[in-house]
């Protein structure tokens, strides 16, 4: 089975500034296999990258997916008030399809 | 727009089963995979099972797998869950979500609102 980590588990930004996520694959994937989601509290999650750096359509393109390999990176360029959420990367390569364990992006 | 909508969850008592549905009134589900997914109370999000668009193909997790049956009815627009077995591990809100067109199988462009599973005695 494929363990995907993200780090931080969590982290305290501002508005306006740029927020770095990565997820690490216990083993090599595809990258057209690694998607990354949003959920805010209380709702479903959210697709916003799909093949580790294709914009979801109607997601700003201030999310930035990118990566290779066993490592991958989102970035907000400049965080705004709504992207405070958590995050989720995912690997459908392989069965078990598995997510991280999440990043909470929490106001500073 | 693009609906999903979750039903059947309720509280059960462990070894209980319950059967949840997913019904897709507004896109044409039979051309479409389908996925379950589960959020724990307060945890991540835990995929459970795929099934194809014809139901040829399908996938469940180890912690389902032997318990849980993914099924779909495309002339009633449904995707259903049947859980047997029912552990208090599986108490969670449970999602259907929708594969996006041409993108592997846990690409997933729309979620239902979920619907919750309690298993308590």
């Known amino acids: 089975d494929i363990q995907m980590t993200q780090s931080p588990s969590s982290l305290s930004a501002s508005v306006g500034d740029r927020v770095t996520i990565t997820c690490r694959a216990s083993q090599t994937i595809n990258s057209y296999y690694l998607n990354w989601y949003q959920q805010k509290p209380g709702k479903a999650p959210n697709l916003l990258i799909y093949?580790?750096?294709s914009l979801q359509s109607g997601v700003p393109s201030r999310f930035i997916g990118s990566g290779s390999g066993t490592d991958f990176t989102l970035t907000v360029t400049s965080l705004q008030p709504e992207d405070f959420a958590t995050y989720y990367c995912q690997q459908s390569y392989s069965t078990p399809l598995s997510f991280g364990g999440g990043t909470k992006v929490e106001l500073k | 727009e693009v609906q999903l909508v979750e039903s059947g969850g309720d509280s059960v008592q462990p070894g209980g089963s319950l059967r949840l549905s997913c019904t897709a009134p507004r896109f044409s589900f039979s051309t479409y995979s389908m996925n379950w997914v589960r959020q724990a109370p307060g945890k991540g999000l835990e995929w459970l099972s795929y099934?194809?668009?014809?139901?040829?193909?399908?996938y469940y997790a180890d912690s389902v797998k032997g318990r849980f049956t993914i099924s779909r009815d495309n002339g009633k627009n449904s995707l259903y869950l049947q859980m047997n077995s029912l552990r208090d591990e599986d108490t969670a809100l449970y999602y259907c979500?929708?594969?996006?067109?041409?993108?592997?199988?846990?690409?997933?462009?729309?979620w239902g609102q979920g619907t919750r599973v309690t298993v308590s005695s």
């Open positions: 979500a929708r594969v996006k067109p041409n993108t592997p199988m846990g690409t997933c462009d729309y």
């Open positions: 099934i194809s668009s014809s139901s040829s193909t399908i």
């Open positions: 093949a580790a750096s």
